[in-house]
């Protein structure tokens, strides 16, 4: 058993885990998981620059981390970065300001590295069930970015592309610096418009049609579950590996792009730092469904995050 720990810093949220690996069983045990919204990628797909203000919350995150890690005794620490900062001109202020606070080098890893740790932490717990066809297709919907990933026992394919909950809401629902609220049909066709392209990229890499097995992955997802389920609060172990069809997808997309603000702030499940873009998230996994012709998605609490975990673990 080893104690490690993983932080996972996307372009919306930055993720902790601490847990004991046991490399015997495939397990991981939790010992504290915990996730703030940062909005680390404010503005990035505008400006090509991390926020002051976006970098200041991110390292007050950090610092309470790092009290975490060390009351909890970590042997080791790996420290992941994706979207934003991949497309930052200014990350080296990102990697100095971690650095100093966690005492380990962020790793600013490329699309394909994302989409393989991704695979691992979501699919390595499914090995040996029966009700789960092969290939899975793993996809992780994040903030700047979704990975999709066509694997069973390994990776098959694939593909990173740019499209994610945060980038096509600044890109297309905010107008005279405000979201609109709810979107317009045209905002709302302009989104559809961008996923199609980018499904069509990864489409070129990664076999989308011939998985048997939709897994999804990040907070939109889980979010869009807890809906489904009709959760009075947010539990990811409820949220954890359930199943939710296409019909319910579809019904949850389009009441959360009619709803306003203040209706979805109001749902139980909703993390704050998601009401704004949600609807955009919402619409990516819709578009995926439709794609592959899914009938359900498995929803996966355990992925990039859990996949760094095992990567230290070793």
Not at 14 to 30: K, M, S
Not at 114 to 133: H, M, N, V, Y
Not at 183 to 200: H, K, M, R, S
Request: with cysteine.
């Amino acid at each position: 058993m080893t104690r490690v720990a993983a932080v996972d810093c996307g372009t919306n949220s930055i993720r902790l885990l601490v847990a004991d690996a046991d490399p015997a069983t495939g397990r991981l045990t939790d010992l504290d998981r915990r996730m703030e919204i940062v909005r680390l990628g404010q503005g990035v797909d505008r400006t090509g620059r991390l926020a002051p203000e976006a970098l200041e919350r991110t390292f007050a995150a950090c610092r309470q981390y790092a009290a975490v890690v060390k009351e909890h005794g970590a042997e080791q620490l790996r420290f992941l970065a994706t979207s934003a900062s991949r497309d930052a001109e200014n990350r080296d202020d990102f990697v100095a300001g971690v650095r100093e606070i966690l005492g380990v080098e962020p790793e600013v890893i490329t699309g394909a590295q994302e989409a393989e740790f991704s695979f691992t932490g979501a699919t390595k717990e499914l090995t040996g069930r029966t009700d789960l066809a092969t290939p899975y297709l793993v996809v992780d919907i994040g903030g700047g970015s979704t990975e999709f990933v066509v694997g069973d026992q390994g990776v098959r394919a694939a593909r990173s592309v740019d499209i994610g909950c945060v980038r096509m809401t600044e890109r297309h629902l905010v107008h005279e610096g405000r979201i609109t609220d709810p979107p317009t049909g045209a905002q709302i066709a302009a989104i559809q418009g961008d996923v199609e392209a980018a499904l069509d990229e990864a489409e070129r890499t990664v076999p989308l049609r011939e998985a048997k097995t939709l897994v999804g992955l990040a907070g939109s997802v889980t979010t869009l579950a807890g809906i489904a389920l009709d959760l009075p609060a947010y539990d990811s172990a409820v949220i954890h590996h359930s199943r939710i069809a296409y019909a319910q997808v579809d019904a949850i997309t389009d009441r959360l792009l009619r709803a306003t603000h203040a209706e979805r702030a109001a749902v139980p499940v909703m993390h704050p730092g998601r009401v704004d873009v949600i609807g955009a998230g919402a619409l990516i996994l819709r578009g995926i469904m439709d794609r592959c012709g899914a009938t359900e998605v498995v929803v996966s609490e355990h992925d990039i995050l859990d996949g760094i975990a095992w990567s230290v673990a070793g």
